[in-house]
T-cell receptor, first 115, second 115 residues
């Protein structure tokens, strides 16, 4: 049973560029969440996708956008990259349950460096 | 404001010694509670979770955690630490009924294990 997978593992971009990160959820999961983890910090919630729609969003600017596909995989897009966007980007998947009690399982992350 | 506090940034214990990592939350209602572990450069692995019921929960790798409503705490414990337990540990909470599954993480506690 494959867990959550993310690609690429590492990425180097320059300021002003755009980047797309990809995530495939764990088998049987239908919900994908994205987090940003700066060095030495805990992960910060970016947004969550369920049924191909953004279900909730954290305090991130519109430069951060996403998409969920019919097969439940997801992309995170960041436009106009800033140096401060350098971080580990984590994808987590879960199975939607009415009333809550969802458990999120994380992928290995994509390390983004903006120069 | 809703928050999660891990008071200890770094803890060092001797191999074979017991371990307790502290986690306190600030919420108006009882949240769902999680502990994750992160090895250097890796994603997050779920250790255990609390949704309801028995306030002492067992997890993987010999870890357990106790939910204490009166203290708003969810401390992680292990009776005998192994060198392979050296990693970063994150406490996380969520309120599904109004948060849509967003996990809020503490700053993390880095665990070092002395031989």
């Amino acid at each position: 049973d494959a867990g959550v997978t993310q690609s690429p593992t590492h990425l180097i971009k320059t300021r002003g560029q755009q980047v797309t990160l990809r995530c495939s959820p764990k088998s049987g999961h239908d919900t994908v969440s994205w987090y940003q983890q700066a060095l030495g910090q805990g992960p910060q919630f970016i947004f969550q996708y369920y049924e191909e729609e953004e279900r909730q969003r954290g305090n991130f600017p519109d430069r951060f956008s996403g998409h969920q596909f019919p097969n439940y995989s997801s992309e995170l897009n960041v436009n106009a990259l800033l140096l401060g966007d350098s971080a580990l980007y984590l994808c987590a998947s879960s199975f939607h349950r009415t009333g809550g009690q969802e458990t999120q399982y994380f992928g290995p992350g994509t390390r983004l460096l903006v120069l | 404001a809703q928050s999660v506090t891990q008071p200890d940034i770094h803890i060092t214990v001797s191999e074979g010694a017991s371990l307790e990592l502290r986690c306190n939350y600030s919420y108006g209602a009882t949240p769902y509670l999680f502990w994750y572990v992160q090895s250097p450069g890796q994603g997050l692995q779920l250790l255990l979770k609390y949704f309801s019921g028995d306030t002492l929960v067992q997890g993987i790798k010999g870890f357990e955690a106790e939910f204490k409503r009166s203290q708003s705490s969810f401390n992680l414990r292990k009776p005998s630490v192994h060198w392979s337990d050296a990693a970063e540990y994150f406490c996380a909470v969520t309120l599904f009924y109004n948060q849509g599954g967003k996990l809020i993480f503490g700053q993390g506690t880095e665990l070092s294990v002395k031989p």
